[in-house]
């Protein structure tokens, strides 16, 4: 878990540089919007990338960190001779999207982990740490499952609960916390709404959070496992 916060502390630093001075063209509008041809561009050159090298063109990361991050496009690899420059909405190109891979055991996916989201997780990450440095323990509120609590957002001075909005349904979903004081997205909003659009097969125990991957070109960043429980509704499968 230390490495995981660790590579998030250093997303949390990257970010704070793209507001600061490459944040004019982190606001220009092609940068935020996920084009499906971009998409498909990096899909075909990392699928090239592969077939010559027999190996996947992505960055190395501790085998702790989350299972949607854990993938990245390592875009040094593929320009120039499989792309002529990372797509305008990428992070290293000034964008607000992450290029990352999934079933990279299978048949890889080129997806997106959203870093818009990250400036508000940034404000919420820095009130965070100077509570826990006064008070050496998080703020956390009522426990919503084993391992995952509620924010006291008011010991934090928020005036109302912290919440981001979804790329996925445009729902604003719930900041919460693990017992270790990790930043945890409630994404269960949104694997309703999911479940109810696509249909699924899945069984209890069996990650659900494929739904939203599968449907999106989206993958849900900060999130823990979920699973449906007796009613086929979200529920958290979180072991701490």
């Known amino acids: 878990m230390k ?15 793209l507001s600061g001075c490459l944040y004019p063209s982190g606001q220009r509008v092609e940068n935020q919007v996920p084009y499906l041809d971009q998409i498909q561009a990096v899909q075909q050159a990392v699928n090239q990338y592969r077939q010559d090298h027999g190996v996947l063109p992505i960055a190395t990361r501790d085998m702790d960190t989350p299972i949607y991050q854990k993938y990245p496009v390592d875009f040094r690899k593929l320009v120039p001779r499989y792309l002529q420059q990372p797509p305008g909405n990428s992070f290293e190109n000034g964008g607000v999207f992450q290029y990352v891979l999934v079933n990279v055991e299978e048949v890889p996916e080129v997806k997106l982990a959203d870093l818009s989201v990250m400036n508000e997780l940034r404000q919420f990450q820095t009130a965070l740490n100077q509570y826990m440095k006064k008070h050496t323990y998080a703020p956390v509120g009522e ?73 999106s070109p989206f993958v849900p960043i900060f999130s823990i496992p979920y699973t449906i429980d007796e009613n086929g509704e979200p529920t958290y499968m979180f072991t701490p």
């Not at 995981?4 to 990257?14: D, H, L, R």
């Not at 008011?154 to 719930?174: C, D, I, T």
Request: include cysteine; glycine fraction near 6%; charged fraction near 20%.
């Open 3 to 17: 490495q995981t916060i660790t590579f998030w502390t250093s997303v949390f630093v990257c970010v704070a540089l």
């Open 143 to 215: 426990m919503v499952a084993i391992g995952i609590f509620q924010v006291d957002y008011e010991k934090l001075r928020y005036k109302e609960a912290p919440r981001v909005q979804s790329r996925y349904f445009g729902n604003y979903l719930p900041i919460l916390l693990d017992n270790k004081g990790n930043i945890v997205i409630d994404y269960r909003i949104d694997l309703n709404m999911a479940l109810q659009q696509y249909g699924h097969d899945f069984i209890k125990g069996e990650d659900i959070r494929s739904v939203l991957v599968d449907n």
